[in-house]
T-cell receptor, first 114, second 118 residues
Framework: DAGVIQSPRHEVTEMGQEVTLRCKPISGHDYLFWYRQTMMRGLELLIYFNNNVPIDDSGMPEDRFSAKMPNASFSTLKIQPSEPRDSAVYFC????????????FGPGTRLTVL | AQKVTQAQTEISVVEKEDVTLDCVYETRDTTYYLFWYKQPPSGELVFLIRRNSFDEQNEISGRYSWNFQKSTSSFNFTITASQVVDSAVYFCALSEDAGGSTLGRLYFGRGTQLTVWP
């Protein structure tokens, strides 16, 4: 079975540009999570969805960040405009309610904002 | 206050040594779930184990073992006869019972960097 798929794996952009990160969860999973990992702050939960509906977005840093899940097999995390401090590795994870939050992570997108 | 504390930032051992990674958690829920994840140099987070709060039985999987003690709110991870391939960052995490038919979020510790030297 395919795991969580994220694209792109690496993204280098200039400050002020729009960045879109993509995630395809494991088929059949009903929860999707977006995390950000930096040396300074560790792993931070940004937002998570249940059956395509956002449940908790309190971790989204500011209005420049937005996330959508138009269907059960696709989610995006958008940063507009991007800033150097957004440089991080962004992970997507998915899970099943009945698995008690055992989350499966994608390979991550390494974002560098110059 | 952090819900999951991994006091050891870095640990270095020589191959074949045993090593224990500490994890202390904080929650007021009676139902909760504890996890360990491994992040090798390749960067991907790999699930290792889940433990339910109502099951304090320790678990062993090959060279890995986990000691869950509710009395001290600890969920420690021991690698026996460590190998170079065990070198990674290890994360402990907590999920509280959100109630009903929903999942709560995962709270991660800051991780412990384990380096196993040949």
């Amino acid at each position: 079975d395919a795991g969580v798929i994220q694209s792109p794996r690496h993204e280098v952009t200039e400050m002020g540009q729009e960045v879109t990160l993509r995630c395809k969860p494991i088929s059949g999973h009903d929860y999707l999570f977006w995390y950000r990992q930096t040396m300074m702050r560790g792993l931070e939960l940004l937002i998570y969805f249940n059956n395509n509906v956002p449940i908790d977005d309190s971790g989204m840093p500011e209005d420049r960040f937005s996330a959508k899940m138009p269907n059960a097999s696709f989610s995006t995390l958008k940063i507009q405009p991007s800033e150097p401090r957004d440089s991080a590795v962004y992970f997507c994870a998915s899970s099943l309610l009945r698995s008690y939050n055992e989350q499966f992570f994608g390979p991550g997108t390494r974002l560098t904002v110059l | 206050a952090q819900k999951v504390t991994q006091a050891q930032t870095e640990i270095s051992v020589v191959e074949k040594e045993d090593v224990t990674l500490d994890c202390v958690y904080e929650t007021r829920d009676t139902t909760y779930y504890l996890f360990w994840y491994k992040q090798p140099p390749s960067g991907e987070l790999v699930f290792l184990i889940r433990r339910n709060s109502f099951d304090e039985q320790n678990e062993i999987s090959g060279r890995y073992s986990w000691n869950f003690q509710k009395s001290t709110s600890s969920f420690n991870f021991t690698i026996t006869a460590s190998q170079v391939v065990d070198s990674a960052v290890y994360f402990c995490a907590l999920s509280e019972d959100a109630g009903g038919s929903t999942l709560g979020r995962l709270y991660f510790g800051r991780g412990t960097q384990l380096t196993v030297w040949p």
